[in-house]
């Protein structure tokens, strides 16, 4: 926290966010042919009568973040973490306020962009694109991305398509392709969980190597550990509202007791 | 809760007007907001690498749980240009008055498969690949374009099977066929431009995919793939505006113009007057008008 003390410089800044997904074919009108047709016709008036419910996932949120900050984002299942990281990326729009940030934040994952028919190898090359990395850095890192992921370790497996892989070392290649990009605003969405004890550690490691290059990290965790282990800062989300805001160890024994008396 | 929303000890609490305030005093911009039009080609651009690698991707990936692998991007055309020479050519025998009607039947499939599927692909490029645009940060107009290139490159191979069956109907290698080259940049701007607009009407609304089988159906019978609308036009009296249409619809006039290169025997006189200048008109339309269709919706792709 020292070298904060000199400049604080804001990365991310929400103010007084709301986020409400529309949900079709629910409730009264229950998808039925008219009220879809109602919905086509009509898309202003026919909201409520044609079913579309409202759910309101992320309720008035504030909070500035500075560089150098790994912040941790905790809160019950469902009570609106990914989608309040969603937004910061920029990926779903925000009912009302403002999500300001420094740069484009990346949502470390590239799942989606990766194609289990091609071989490990090539995955590398296309997940590394669609991060937006440039065809040099690429061939720079891909040693260290194979070797970080270790699934070399056990023969030639880079040259075999993704689908022979298990569910764990296909993990393991996502997370290492995802962490080889430095980011301005990194948001990691329970990445931690992936893989065997020592890939956690190293994955662990890197995101502290990540933190370090990048101005400010995410990190949404059920895994009260490691974000103590990484985070100084937390954010305790409930039910869309932002509940609580400060330091890692006063907020994580409110969210304990919270918890725990629950069940 | 009594604790409850205290302030972190090391940022100063901010009212809510403050952090506007605060985002403009160090030059933080809104997140997730559409880029003006030269910085999202400027964006397009740097992502061109990734672009072709998703294309190529796509294509490899297609056939590569097929034990033949790789031998069905020739094969699938091959058979489908089969299946339509059995119907079209044997059974209803519209060939009459087609010189070469076997190579003169596969262009035509062949070039109207290629804007065909880049359309298909095109609708559901956005709704189709949600995960990809809920996941990651790109132009979206890298989609269409991907698939649009996908189906290129599908395309080329078709070409090559197209080869061999022009020299087993002993046509001969012609300077013309340096044309084929203008041809497919045309059509290839063209098939991006109309994917870009039904990927951005396909985001909006899903049920359009359900329906282009049947708009495009509809308009390959009217495009003259497995007829010559030229010798259709000149038998036949039809009123001048349905004449104008055949013939400046842009699938057929790709379609004829890359017969004009292919096949000797097909000669100058059939094309449309004004066919080049349709082709380019019809490319740049849709090109940059797809462009910025598909732009001014950027920021709302993949959401709600």
Partial sequence: MAERSTENIPTVIADNVDIVYRVYGTGAGRGSATAALNRILRPKQAEKTAGVRRVHAVKKVSFVAYKGEAIGLIGTNGSGKSTLLKAIAGLLPVESGKIYTDGQPSLLGVNAALMNDLTGERNVHLGGLAMG???????????????????????????????????????????????????????????????DRAFQKRSEQRIRELRKQAGTVFLVSHNNKSIRDTCERVLWLERGVLRMDGPTEDVLKEYEAFTSGKS | MSQVLHTPPHSPAHAEDDL???????????????PSLPEYVRQLWARRHFITAFATAKLTAQYSQARLGQIWQVATPLLNAAVYYFIFGVLLGTKHGVADYIPFLVTGVFVWTFTQSSIMAGTRAISGN?????????????????????????????????????FCFGIPVGPSW???????????????????????????????????????????????????IDSTLKHTSLPHAVQVFLEANPAAVYIDLMRFALIDSFRADQLPHHVWAYALGWALLAGIGGFVYFWKAEERYGRG
């Fill in chain 1, 133 to 195: 990395m440039s065809r040099e850095q690429i061939k720079e890192r891909y040693q260290e991305i194979v070797d970080f992921s270790g699934i070399n370790d056990k023969g030639d497996f880079i040259s075999l398509p993704m689908r022979t892989y298990s569910s764990g070392m296909a993990a393991r290649l996502r997370f290492s392709i995802a962490a080889a990009k430095d980011h301005d605003v990194l948001l990691i969405d329970e990445a931690l969980a992936t893989g």
């Fill in chain 2, 20 to 34: 506007a305030a605060l985002a403009a005093r160090y030059g933080l911009s809104v997140s997730g907001a559409r």
């Fill in chain 2, 130 to 166: 949600l995960g990809l645009v809920r996941a990651l940060h790109f132009p979206r107009a890298a989609l269409p374009i991907s698939f649009a290139l996908q189906q290129l490159q599908q395309l080329l191979f078709s070409m090559a099977a197209l080869v061999i069956i022009l």
């Fill in chain 2, 178 to 228: 340096v044309l084929t080259v203008p041809v497919l940049f045309l059509q290839f701007v063209f098939n991006a431009g109309v994917s870009m607009v039904m990927a951005r009407m396909g985001a909006k609304t899903p049920d359009i995919a359900q329906l282009m089988p049947f708009v495009l159906r509809t308009w390959m019978y009217v495009s003259g793939v497995m007829f010559s």
